[in-house]
């Protein structure tokens, strides 16, 4: 039957997105730098700053991964707050904590699928994802989980690959499917979970389309702002 095969699909991606984070994990953060030229440090600092995150918030970073947002949230939510790492991967969460550990913070971590949050209603004041929404298998259930457990007034910040300026997609093109996967190559010995990854990109919803989905999940007075030409857009929606 169709819903049989979309079953397989489904299995399939997930077990996808397991095998790629579970390789990359240890040379993640190497990557990240490499293939953005450092710009997911500025795209990240932006998204700091739009959390309104203070001394005392509640967070939740969901598809946590290696923790560069947690740990920015750790400093800013002092000992009265709450920030807790999340991400359905092992080997990317483990990193992670142990990161923070290094550099002295030590956060609640949980291994959950974003689908799926193990978390009360109205729990937290601001909640993120950041590179994690393009691979989930149902965007819409991810997304109204998190405004499940955000409070009335709270925020959810979406950071993800978007749609680039239409006179730049050539480019944007042949550096995502021609270099990316050779930095793969050279520095993961992974060619294919990069080819993935550009791949998962192109076929992620643009801007106004994921504007449309959080509006439909209940998300309140949502906008975008479009970072470095869109390829990359930080969405913010509010829970009311
Ligand atoms: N947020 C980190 C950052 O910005 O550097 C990590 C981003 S990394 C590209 C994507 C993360 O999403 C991976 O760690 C992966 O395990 C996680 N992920 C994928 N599917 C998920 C799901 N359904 N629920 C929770 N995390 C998921």
Not at 26 to 36: A, E, G, K, P, T
Not at 66 to 79: E, I, N, Q, R, V
Request: net charge neutral.
């Amino acid at each position: 039957t169709h819903f049989g095969y979309q079953q397989v699909d489904e299995a399939e991606k997930a077990q996808k997105v397991a095998d790629v984070f579970s390789s990359v994990a240890q040379r993640y953060d190497l990557m990240n730098d490499l293939m953005s030229g450092g710009l997911h440090r500025l795209w990240k600092a932006f998204t700091i700053a739009q959390s309104g995150v203070r001394e005392g918030s509640r967070v939740l970073d969901v598809a946590g991964g290696t923790g560069d947002l947690s740990l920015a949230f750790a400093k800013k939510a002092g000992k009265s707050g709450q920030v807790w790492l999340t991400d359905i991967n092992n080997a990317m969460l483990t990193r992670g904590r142990d990161r923070l550990c290094d550099k002295g913070f030590v956060v609640p971590v949980a291994q959950c699928d974003a689908e799926k949050l193990p978390f009360p209603d109205d729990y937290f004041d601001v909640v993120t994802v950041a590179f994690g929404l393009r691979n989930m298998t149902h965007k819409d259930k991810a997304l109204a989980e998190m405004r499940r457990v955000l409070k009335p007034g709270g925020r959810l910040l979406v950071l993800e690959f978007s749609q680039v300026w239409k006179p730049l997609a050539p480019f944007y093109d042949f550096y995502s499917f021609q270099v990316i996967p050779r930095l793969g190559q050279l520095i993961v010995k992974d060619p294919d979970s990069y080819r993935y990854l550009s791949e998962s990109i192109r076929v992620h919803p643009d801007q106004e389309t994921l504007k449309g989905i959080m509006e439909q999940v209940g998300l309140e007075k949502v906008e975008y702002f479009n970072l470095t030409m869109g390829v990359v857009a930080l969405h913010r929606g509010y829970k009311y």
